[in-house]
């Protein structure tokens, strides 16, 4: 019921178009009932009688009814139409706006595919069930009440028929509901496996064909579809037996009604005109059972959509703007007090432990240590990304829960370590730093990230389109774009999370170098795996599975921390890059 709740408030400006396709269905409905009465009073009046002017006048009025049947049903089904897109439309919509407000904890709570399945093949079914409620909900009902009062009116007897076979069909068609509703919901979850499994295909589809896993691949989706296959034909083996037992139903009582009706003919009990009436509003109440059928297994499909769609819409951020939050960060400053950190409230296992750091504004602070040591998440409390567990995480001598969330990550420029660029050109791209920024500023960050030599190698220079998720460029050549696009928000503090990776260590250090003299004032933390992108950093951080292992200058580290020594060490030997300790996030 709270999901029904939720998704009808997305209704909105479409309610009045909601409420009038109804209105135009019951006049259609009435229209169409009054035809089989006047049918029965031609053939009675007017064709036994043998009366023209009671047929070319009763004619005249059904010909009349009949347009107007015509006028209101395309009414119906236009403003029905209209509705449910516009609803589908307004789900989606409030479904991607919150997303928007998702923080990091909301999103590993729903997966990717996940969040498309209910974007499209939900919001899908709730729309068409939105439709088939507004059109065959109100008009079988209706239809149905209508007919079955026009039969009594006739003759009760025979009506009596037709209730008996309403209420059979009322209590198979409830049991059957609750029987394949179940199979329905199963069957949503399994997409999501499905598309997940398709979106990490194509993503990787390079590393596929590399490692020559296609084999692999095929059959992991004919798994995941043959799960559909299974589970739809457990529930459709349930829906189909409702055609069969409407057809036997239909056929049965024309048979009882032909059979009680001729014999009442016979002892004059009921004029033939009568007789074809009934028949009519037999198929006008059998035909509304059937409709209602088929609105009742769309409800079933999309119940479980709903619920699906209504935990997104419903799903509020873990991280909220204060009362009355700070819209103004003072300086690049950083201070970590006690904090201690878990992914999972209820979880006992910290991903960060007892953390003390005190930054100053304008210091380049590098961070280096094993993957798992929970380098990453440190930073991302600094964005606040996350919440702090415990403790307390300040920027500029403020705690960042007292900042407005635009604000401070206006000012908290993150290059996070997977690097995104969307369809679009690179001037687009360099603009997501800054919206209206000019090409001179877009150049001038190119310049500062060792972007510009490449870009402009482009026949189109800055105008070159880039494809969905950049694959028409290096990883060197992202990471740098990437580096350029947060330099253009001008942050009070910029992190760079293992984003020279890909680049090699002269152009690295060009880019420090750059950033040193352009942006002097600016907090850069530079989280590493290359103990050279940190030997001139004002210090460094040690990060050893959570805990700070030290926090130091570098050459103070060399001396005094043997995580660093050995890092040191191995790397200048010529060995690469050095990884220690495991377990825990990085």
Known sequence: MDALRTLLREVKEYKRISLV???FIILEVVVETLIPLLMATIIDKGINQGSMPVIVRTGTIMLLLALAGLFTGIMGGVCGSKASAGF????????????????????????????????????????NAYMMILRMFVRAPISLITAMV????????????????????????????????????????KYDALNESVEENVGAIR?????????????????????????FCKAESNVILMMPVMTFTVYTVILLISWTGANMIVNSELTTGELMSLLSYCMYILMSLMMLSIVFVMIMMSSASAQRIAEVINEESTLKNPPQPVYEVKDGSIDFDQVDFSYRQESK??????????????????????????????????????????????VGGRDVREYDLETLRNEVA????????????????????KKDATPEECRQAAVMACADDFIESFPDGYDTMISQGGTN??????????????????????????????????????????????????????????????????????????????????????????????????????????????????
Not at 151 to 174: E, H, P
Not at 216 to 230: D, P, S, V
Not at 418 to 431: A, E, K
């Open 88 to 127: 589908g439309k307004n789900l989606r919509k409030a479904m991607y706006n919150n997303i928007q407000t998702f923080s990091f904890a909301n999103i590993d709570k729903f997966s990717p595919s996940g969040l498309v399945t209910r974007l499209t093949t939900d919001v899908t079914n709730v729309q």
């Open 21 to 23: 396709t109804p209105v």
């Open 414 to 433: 993150v290059v996070l370590q997977q690097n995104v660029l969307f369809s679009g050109t690179i001037l687009d791209n360099l603009r997501w730093g």
């Open 473 to 586: 460029v290096s990883g060197g050549q992202k990471q740098r774009l990437c580096i350029a696009r947060a330099l253009l928000k001008d942050p009070k503090i910029l992190i760079l999370d293992d984003s020279t990776s890909a680049v090699d260590t002269a152009t690295d250090a060009r880019i420090r170098a750059a950033m040193a003299s352009a942006k002097p004032g600016m907090t850069k933390i530079i989280i590493t795996q290359r103990i050279v992108s940190v030997e001139n950093a004002d210090r460094v951080i040690v990060m050893d599975n959570g805990v700070v292992s030290g926090f130091d200058t570098p050459e103070n580290l060399l001396k005094n921390n043997h995580i660093y020594r050995e890092v040191y060490e191995t790397q200048k030997e010529g060995s690469g890059d050095f990884d220690i300790s495991e377990g825990g996030k990085s």
């Open 349 to 394: 296992e910290m991903a960060l432990t007892n953390i003390n750091l005190h930054i100053r504004s304008g210091e380049t602070i590098g961070i280096i240590g094993g993957t798992g040591s929970s380098k990453s998440t440190l930073v991302n409390l600094i964005s606040r990304l996350y919440d702090a567990t415990k403790g307390t995480v300040r």
């Open 207 to 231: 590393v596929v064909k590399a490692y020559v896993r296609e084999e692999f691949e095929m059959n992991k989706f004919e798994k995941a579809a043959l799960n559909i296959y299974r589970l």
């Open 150 to 189: 026009m039969a009594f009116i006739i003759n009760a007897r025979i009506a009596r028929i037709y209730l008996i076979a309403v209420i059979c069909l009322a209590v198979f068609i409830a049991l059957l509901m609750s029987r394949t509703t179940k199979y329905f919901r199963m069957v949503f979850e």
